[in-house]
């Protein structure tokens, strides 16, 4: 690390939530220039008993100015952003993220970013997983991890950087430049932060845009914009192209098949095959996750780790909390917290991997609600809405001749659920896939599935 590079740099780190602290703390005594704040009054008082030097934005000479690093959630697209934007933008200087600093402090370690509309935390907690299998050192950051301030000073040369990247990280980023860059899936999220569709796919694709020839770009080719993207990415973007599908027999490319016991991964890149035992896997067995499992193992093939260390590897993968989580099998039915299901589309993949399902769906709805989810609808036996967004999909709903009902808060919905679903004969799957976000009655989608299991419990205790 050269760290004397940045000695007389003069930077401003506005926003010292977990990422901004930490890189706050690291380069505190590195660089000759650092200022910093926040506009909450309890944050800025950690940051004094952390010694860092606070100014105000008003009190700033944005003329000396070389980097002015953001949260990532601060948008800086805004047509009247906050007073910190305008300003930088007034005065040209560079706006970007912590994770930029990698750049920055010309860190040389392998650099893998993830990114995708759904996917991004499982895959990269099961690429961090598999290859800390195959003894390499592993180290993850980024929206999940260590904040990357943490992780400079004990850096060894060969230890592996792997971040979960999102859209508003990539929107800021300059020159930083992944060695393996992974996209998932593209649909619409967002869309409101970025100002269009078209700002949005810009922001992802600039995970693509500093790689060079010995560079690699995973792209799974399932959705139409992934597919429109991969087909002209010679065009626009130097690193080689490597094309996953679990939809599509690639015969330039690596897919996936499903077979009643097995999966199969064909890579036709170097003639090889994987067999997966279905049965040993412990994660969901469900599409989306299908298709994190084939971009770890693409990331696995480029660095040249051996099948036999993966196959081992994958058997003991599990499911993050709150996405398509299995919470309990009791008696005729399955209850599933997906809670991370923010919008249409993931909620479409849950619902792709079962049948008989009790929907739970509800909150604070995006702006095409659950337009989109007409042709899954066959799976769905009963529906249960909640919270703002309660009454109109109930309504949609019912249009579309599903047997629905509405309920104020998650957790009557939830116990109407149960009760209904002890009810029936045959198998239930009670799939909590909300499609919406949770802060009209939740702080995050952490906290509503905690609360959702909460709920679960009081009410099996109770019946």
């Known amino acids: 690390m050269k760290i004397e590079k940045i000695n007389n740099k003069n930077i401003f780190i506005f926003g010292l939530g977990i990422s901004g602290m930490s890189l706050a703390n690291f380069l505190k005594n590195k660089v000759n220039n650092l200022f910093c704040w926040d506009d909450n009054l309890l944050i800025r008082k950690k940051g004094v008993k952390a010694g860092l030097n606070l100014k105000s934005v008003e009190s700033l000479n944005f003329n000396s100015l070389d980097y002015l690093v953001l949260s990532p959630g601060i948008n800086h697209r805004l047509k009247t952003p906050h007073l910190v934007v305008s300003e930088a933008l007034k005065k040209k ?16 370690n392998f650099l893998i970013g993830v990114t995708g509309t759904n996917g991004k935390s499982t895959t990269t907690k099961f690429i961090e997983k598999s290859l800390m299998f195959s003894k390499s050192k592993c180290i993850t950051f980024g929206n999940i991890g ?24 990539l ?7 992944f060695g393996i860059s992974i996209l998932l899936n593209l649909s619409k999220d967002h869309i409101e932060w970025h100002g269009g569709w078209n700002e949005y796919l810009k922001s992802k694709f600039k995970i693509f845009e500093n790689q060079d020839k010995n560079c690699f770009a995973i792209i799974c080719i399932d959705d139409k914009n992934s597919n429109e993207l991969a087909k002209n990415f010679n065009k ?55 298709q994190n499992l084939l971009a770890t193992y693409a990331s696995y093939f480029l660095l040249k780790k051996n099948n036999l260390s993966f196959l081992k590897s994958i058997y003991r993968l599990k499911n993050l909390e709150h996405r398509l989580e299995l919470v309990i099998r009791v008696k005729n039915i399955c209850v599933f917290n997906d809670s991370k299901s923010t919008n249409i589309n993931a909620a479409k993949n849950a619902i792709k991997s079962f049948q008989n399902i009790y929907w739970i769906l509800g909150g604070r709805k995006k702006k ?11 799976k769905i036996l009963k529906a249960f809405t909640f919270g703002e967004a309660g009454p109109e999909f109930n309504e949609f709903l019912k249009n579309k001749n599903v047997d629905s009902k509405k309920y104020k808060c998650l957790e009557s919905a939830l116990e109407n659920a149960l009760k209904e679903g002890f009810r029936e004969k045959a198998e239930i799957n009670i799939l909590f896939s909300p499609a919406c976000s949770s802060f009209d009655q939740f702080k995050n989608f952490e906290q509503r599935g905690r609360c959702f299991k909460k709920y679960l419990k009081k009410i099996l205790k109770n019946d």
């Open 368 to 378: 095409d609600g659950i337009n989109g989810i007409q042709n899954n609808l066959n």
């Open 93 to 108: 200087v560079k706006i970007t993220t912590d994770l930029e600093f990698l750049k920055i402090l010309q860190i040389k």
């Open 146 to 169: 260590i904040p990357f301030g943490d992780i400079v000073s004990n850096l060894q040369k060969t230890d592996i950087l792997l971040a979960e990247v999102s859209s508003f990280q």
């Open 171 to 177: 929107d800021k980023i300059i020159n930083l430049k």
């Open 236 to 290: 626009k973007y130097k690193s080689k192209l490597i094309k996953i599908s679990i939809k599509r027999k690639l015969i330039d490319g690596i897919f996936l098949e499903e077979k009643e016991n097995m999966l199969v991964i064909v890579n036709n890149l170097n003639k090889t095959k994987i067999l997966i035992e279905k049965h040993k896997l412990l994660f969901t067995k469900a599409h989306h996750n299908y």
